[in-house]
């Protein structure tokens, strides 16, 4: 059974960064596309960055430029560097195959705020 499991959260204020990782528990991260979502308050989850296992990269408008998506096969992990963050960036944060295929982790909460 996959599990995923974030980490890297945590409160930091406007311009500061946060690296996010993500690790994948099971088989599909050598098969699948991978993203990065995030659900803020009263909002639908949304994806914000995709990586597909040629890594090849895409980026929600809000994120590009600052967002950097990145996967280590042979650790089956996957990063988020986040930079020059800003408070709508505030949300949990999520992995999860592109699209997503498998129950999803805890999140990791990000909260940008002076």
């Known amino acids: 059974q996959v599990q995923l499991v974030e980490s890297g959260g945590g409160l930091v204020q406007p311009g500061g960064s946060l690296r996010l990782s993500c690790a994948v528990f099971?088989?599909?991260?050598?098969?699948?596309?991978m993203g990065w979502y995030r659900q803020a308050p009263g909002k639908q989850r949304e994806l914000v960055a995709r990586?597909?296992?040629?890594?090849?990269?895409n980026y929600v408008d809000s994120v590009k430029g600052r967002f950097t998506i990145s996967r280590d096969e042979a650790q089956h992990t996957m990063n988020l560097q986040m930079n020059r963050l800003e408070p709508e960036d505030t949300a949990v944060y999520y992995c999860n195959a592109e699209p997503p295929l498998v129950s999803w982790g805890r999140g990791t909460q990000v909260t940008v705020s002076s």
């Open positions: 990586i597909t296992t040629s890594g090849s990269t």
């Open positions: 099971g088989s599909i991260f050598s098969i699948s596309a």
